[in-house]
Nanobody, 115 residues
Framework: QVQLVESGGGLVQPGGSLRLSCTHVGSIFNMYVMGWYRQAPGKQRELVATLPGGGRGQYGDSVKGRFTISRDNAKKTVSLQMNSLKPEDTAVYYC?????????WGQGTVVTVSS
């Protein structure tokens, strides 16, 4: 089986930073695309960022210039560096992976931006 395991969520003040990490474990050696989505209270799940194994990151408009996605394929890890955090970034963040046309999702990690 394949699992995506997230870490790094927590409480941070507005203007602060957090770094989320996600590692995939199981039978898949490499994911074609990995990334992050988020779902805020009362809202639909939205794209945060995605990154192919050898390509450039794609970001949702609301996080461009503030968040950076990166991958370490040897460690099977995707990370999301979140800077200049705003209260509206508060959400459950879900790690995402896709390989051979199959999508995989992590359990989610909570990010709360509040003073």
């Amino acid at each position: 089986q394949v699992q995506l395991v997230e870490s790094g969520g927590g409480l941070v003040q507005p203007g602060g930073s957090l770094r989320l990490s996600c590692t995939h474990v199981g039978s898949i050696f490499n994911m074609y695309v990995m990334g992050w989505y988020r779902q805020a209270p009362g809202k639909q799940r939205e794209l945060v960022a995605t990154l192919p194994g050898g390509g450039r990151g794609q970001y949702g408009d609301s996080v461009k210039g503030r968040f950076t996605i990166s991958r370490d394929n040897a460690k099977k890890t995707v990370s999301l560096q979140m800077n200049s955090l705003k209260p509206e970034d508060t959400a459950v963040y879900y790690c995402y992976g896709k390989e051979s046309g199959v999508e995989y999702w992590g359990q989610g990690t909570v990010v709360t931006v509040s003073s």
